[in-house]
């Protein structure tokens, strides 16, 4: 007999938890769900997320898989766990999969949405949901322009986390979007996969363009010299979200739901 | 020599306090706000609110006024009291005022909305920022024919707080709007006043009629009952936004920033 694997979408607020890689004495999302898992079915299992997200980022969209002997329906399993998951973690869908499907494995791309809220005082509502510009006159069509240089297949070792070694920092951006939305902005990025941190330091380095600091072309320059510290500083995690990871075969079924303005 | 009156507009997430009205011993928004005020200029004053909001409840354009000695320019008060008050408590704009301008006093409207999430399963992202309904198939039609029969000038008794005495419950709603939002709905109500925790006992029962468990009549017959235990149980405080306080002479610079789709 063999145990059968499941696929979970999650969305989770970030901000209580050392983020999504289970750490001894930590609270994270990958224990949390091993938790509530073994809460429900007394099996400890292993639950493997497309990729890591950090202390304080979103997902409105991850995904997961783990492999169990359980033979609860997965719909069920999905109900079961959010009765055990604290309120910042939720089970949207939990869906049986082929014995082929890996959450990262599988994965042929990735969007992030970044917001950014625009104005003279922080943001009160929507704290820890979204970063923090003061400066109203960002300009957009420079930041727009700046994030063109960014498409395509790279070399993005320059908007890597500082300090991280990694065989192969060639990614393919396939869109940015910046839209005015409600006083803020909001990013949208899609890619075949992001590096380390990648996401928060574009956005970093175009508020900087938007800010006059450097013109658009200086985007272009930064990503040609490979060397993080050309770039500028990371933004911080709480505008950021993981909106969706893709597969070539779509795992679950497309349920209009609250999706906050996050997808 | 007399002192002055400054207005101010207040932003605050209702989650940490409870509710606007100075009690010793609790963190509330008033409270924080005399702090506030008494760590920038060392002088003890009243702030006077439009209105309460209750515990969990949010205000996007909540306005008060106090009375003070200190020369220092409004906008430049308005910043440093930014400076000492707790992150999810904002003041948007300071300005000086007519000596016989008062927050509640003066006051000839006010505009809620309520946010609810309509999903399977519970809101992550935005906990604590919107109520939520589990049932998808929530009747808008329904509840959109329940909320004409509100409109317009009536006894409000029946959507007052349970065991509350007031002289007279007579207000006057002039706009109830109900919209699709992302998967969940948008309630906004604009009146010339509201009972206490009338909002949320209005949405309260427009629910009950989107589920279908009575007919939109329904609504104007509790109202004309005067009763409340003939009402539906209150919404949850922390769909509740109060969006913005009518006043006959607009007292702030509308200033573009981030609404966050409350105003």
Redesign the interface.
Known sequence: MQPRRIALLL???GGGFHGFQRQPGFATVQGEVEDAFCAVTGESVTVIGSGRTDAGV?A?GQVAHLDTWSRLPAARLGHAL?AYLP??????QAVDSDASFHANGSAVGKRYGYRL???????????G??AWERR?DLDLAAMRSGARHLLGRHDFSAFAAAGRTTTNDVRTLQAVHIQRR???LVFAFQGDGFLYKMVRNLVGSLIEVGRGRWGPPWIASVLQSRERSRAAATAPPEGL?LWRVLYPKPLFTP????????D
Chains 1, 2 share one sequence.
Request: aromatic share 6%; net charge positive.
């Open positions: 969305a989770y607020h979103h409105w959010n309120d910042p973690i939720v089970v949207r809220a625009v104005a003279e005082t922080r943001p009160v509502l929507h704290r949901l979204m109203a409600r006083g803020g979200v349920v209009r739901g609250h999706s906050a303005g996050l």
